[in-house]
């Protein structure tokens, strides 16, 4: 089983959902824990959000891998019935491993030990595909957070550029950034999956601001990924 104790256990929060007995589901890191630990833990979190992926959580028990199949990252996160811990490196003899590429979802993942624990491989992939809801949902959530911060820039307006529908936040007048992209890239980059300024780069999002305000978005959506917005 994971050696819990071999580094400090400091960073528990709770899930959303609650369980039969009451109580919250723990996701819990490693004391300054790396990006890729961050990463993951963010995800559990807010796949947890969804009961039936909580209640398939709580079923399951072991330990879980998570490696790139491009570089040495990797994750694993221990099941217990009613918490997560999640670290750094890849546990020898986990029950379940899951081989993927991390910058690239098209690539098929390689899994090892689902058939033998089909509950736990199951859990641990239901965690690592969050929910994304809709886009002004998503923009709510992401703007509750970085319109806390004063650096953020305001008025942030969104456009969805195939319905022209938008919304702006920060107040009114002319917006100091827009960003237009079709309604699921902008849930995408509103809900942390996918970081404004390499959309932007990559021609998917189209925006109307200067690169000072674009680096102060793309920071505020490394925090979202992180789980650490506001």
């Known amino acids: 089983m994971l050696d819990l104790g071999s580094a400090p256990v400091v960073e528990s929060e709770r899930g959303v959902g609650t369980g039969p007995d009451g109580r919250f589901m723990d996701v819990v890191t490693e004391d300054n824990a790396v990006p890729i630990v961050r990463v993951v833990a963010a995800m559990a979190r807010r796949s947890l959000s969804q009961p039936s992926t909580e209640k398939l959580v709580r079923r399951a028990r072991g330990n879980a891998v998570l490696q790139s199949m491009t570089d040495p990252q990797a994750v694993t996160a221990h099941f217990d019935g ?4 999640i670290r750094r490196g890849a546990l020898a003899n986990a029950d379940v491993t899951i081989v993927a590429d991390l910058a690239d979802d098209s690539v098929k993942p390689k ?3 689902a058939a033998r624990h089909p509950v736990l491989a199951l859990a641990m992939g239901k965690l690592l595909e969050p929910p994304i809801g809709e ?3 998503e923009a709510e959530q992401f703007m509750a957070g970085a ?3 004063e650096t953020c820039p305001r008025p942030l307006r969104l456009v969805v550029s195939n319905t022209s529908e938008s919304q702006q936040w920060g107040g009114d007048g002319e917006a100091a950034i827009e960003i237009h992209g079709s309604a ?3 849930a995408a980059v509103m809900s942390g999956s996918a970081l ?3 959309e932007v780069l990559a021609g998917n999002l189209k925006l109307i601001g200067d690169l000072r305000d674009l680096s102060v978005l793309t920071r505020f959506t490394i925090d979202h990924l ?3 917005l506001g």
Not at 82 to 85: R, V
């Open 111 to 113: 899994i090892t030990g």
């Open 135 to 137: 886009w002004r949902q």
């Open 226 to 228: 992180f789980g650490e």
């Open 184 to 186: 699921e890239q902008l």
């Open 196 to 198: 404004v300024a390499e």
């Open 82 to 85: 009613t918490s997560i811990h």
């Open 147 to 149: 319109l806390a911060d």
